[in-house]
């Protein structure tokens, strides 16, 4: 057993800053420890494949990233780490804990998971080692860990067993400012009258002041941004479905300086809306979220989405957005977008568009790890 400060202690002499994750009871001490260090940063999310946005986005704005969790939530990363991780070859520490170890007794929801978690990891090309369980191991495991990532740029896991961190105390509660949302929805315009994806993205650029990180959620709405106009500011997030606004808040809260603009869609948000608890809780105020919504899932044939019954402005004013506003005409949609880009955030901006996109529309010829590096490179400049 060690103490959650000679393993964290370092963690921060090797530069690691940004912690995420998901709670589990093994990890009760880390999680304490962590979170009650000022100089230290850790994210609660709300579903361990958000948390793996969120560091995804930090290590992008220039941060060593851990992402905690029960390995029953490593289910939930395993799109993101395969899609997202592997691909843009964004390397995070998991801490992964062992719950249903075989010949442990625990909770029957844990036996399966616990038999197959190490065959898993060898499926996800994740290596890994044993969470160090005396302080003579931590140096020899850390330098095993970092030796991997460097060498892959891709995520190396330390399993951790029940009692490998000795209790920490609890640390303070923390508090949020409860926000009076501007909440304001004015949508009048027939679905014919509304804007295509690729107006509504050209309004939004010519709109935008120039600045901002730009983040695309994957399929189309990617596709067509980079048709548009391929600039170095631009992340197009071609994996990992419903991420890019967790992706888009790891950025703004690791540079608040940094103005930055997710571009979703409501397929995507819809499939992780707690990721707007995580940014109205911690109150990102650089950060304008775009969600574009033609009630359909149009990247993979035009089904329909239930957004059709979803006032996006609604929930962020519900979760702790600073303002809210719900537009579909042109002239309105392009003074929301300026308005909301000055104001101090998190804002959104629901976009009811047409469902449609143009014949033989491209891909992004740039790979993903081109687009990372260049990505990052931009927000570095910015930085200084």
């Known amino acids: 057993m060690i103490s959650a400060c000679s393993f964290v202690d370092q963690l921060r002499g090797l530069g690691y800053s940004q912690y995420a994750g998901v709670p589990c009871s093994f990890l009760t001490s880390l999680i ?15 579903s361990e494949g958000e948390a793996i946005g969120i560091t995804f986005g930090a290590f992008l704005a220039g941060r060593k990233t851990v992402t905690m969790c029960q390995n029953s939530g490593l ?25 249903g170890q075989p010949e442990v007794k625990d909770e029957p929801q844990h036996e399966q998971m616990g038999r197959i978690l190490h065959r898993l990891l060898e499926t996800l090309e994740i290596p890994c080692l044993p969470f160090p369980r005396s302080e003579a191991d931590i140096a020899q495991t850390m330098a095993q860990a970092e030796a991997s990532m460097e060498q892959r740029k891709r995520p190396f896991a330390l399993v951790m067993q029940k009692g490998s961190v000795a209790p920490h105390a609890v640390p303070g509660r923390l508090e949020s400012e409860s926000i009076k949302t501007d909440l304001q929805e004015n949508l009048s315009a027939k679905e014919n009258e509304r804007l295509t994806r690729t107006a509504a993205i050209e309004l939004i650029l010519d ?42 808040f ?29 940014i109205g809780w911690y109150q990102p105020p650089n950060l304008l979220h775009i969600v574009l919504d033609n009630e359909a899932h149009d990247s993979t044939g035009g089904q329909q989405t239930a957004s059709g019954i979803v006032r996006f402005a609604a929930i962020a004013a519900a979760a702790n957005y600073h303002s809210a506003f719900a537009e579909d005409r042109p002239n309105e949609i392009r003074e929301a977008v300026r308005l909301l880009r000055h ?16 014949g033989k529309l491209g891909r992004p010829t740039v790979q993903p790890h081109e687009v990372k590096e260049r990505f990052s490179q931009f927000l570095s400049s910015t930085a200084k």
């Open 250 to 278: 790891g950025v703004a809260h690791a540079l608040p300086r940094q103005p930055v603009v997710v571009i979703d869609g409501d397929g995507a948000a819809l499939m992780k809306l707690g990721v707007f608890a995580t």
């Open 32 to 46: 304490n420890y962590v979170s009650g260090d000022p100089a230290l940063d850790y994210i609660g999310a709300t």
């Open 207 to 248: 709109a935008l002041a120039g600045d901002e990180a730009i983040i695309a959620s994957t399929g189309k709405t990617g596709r067509e941004l980079f048709t548009i106009s391929d600039r170095a500011n631009h992340l197009y997030v071609v994996g990992g479905m419903g991420t890019a606004s967790a992706i888009g």
């Open 75 to 99: 289910g939930n990363m395993v799109n993101p780490l395969t899609s997202l991780n592997y691909p843009f070859r964004v390397p995070t520490l998991l801490v992964v804990t062992w719950r």
């Open 343 to 358: 104001r101090t955030g998190p804002s959104l901006l629901h976009v009811k568009i047409q469902p449609s996109s143009p």
